[in-house]
């Protein structure tokens, strides 16, 4: 992580008497991105430093998150978040992951909305 550059920072939480959260924020050097464009303010986006292309950040990054969900799922945690980094698809049995896609198939026949969230 230090040689990538890579850094996190987190959060953590009570769920009621029983539950504990913890989010994970990772952070790495790289290019902005169009979504960036898209969401962060010009103003405030414009003070920010930038930085080159960093594919190997970026792919480091995507294997640690995919490593930690993992480690998380064989532990029995349950995700807060679902959407394309959460397993969801995956841990439904076959009725109800037939329900879901019977779902999302009327709600989004053309696949517009989320494209791969949940698994789907």
Known sequence: MKALGVWTGGMFA?????GFLYEIAIYW???????????????????????PDN????AYVH?????????FV???A????LGKAYPYASRLGEAPLALVRAIKA?????????PGGLGL
């Open 14 to 18: 009570t769920i009621g008497s029983s």
């Open 106 to 114: 009327q709600t989004d026949p053309d696949g517009r909305l989320s």
């Open 29 to 51: 050097p790289d290019v902005q991105q169009p979504y960036h464009q898209a969401v962060v303010p010009a103003d405030y986006l414009s003070g920010l430093p930038t930085y």
């Open 78 to 81: 349950t995700n807060f978040q």
């Open 63 to 71: 294997q640690f998150k995919a490593d930690m969900i993992a480690l």
């Open 55 to 58: 594919p190997e950040a970026r």
């Open 74 to 76: 064989a532990h029995g």
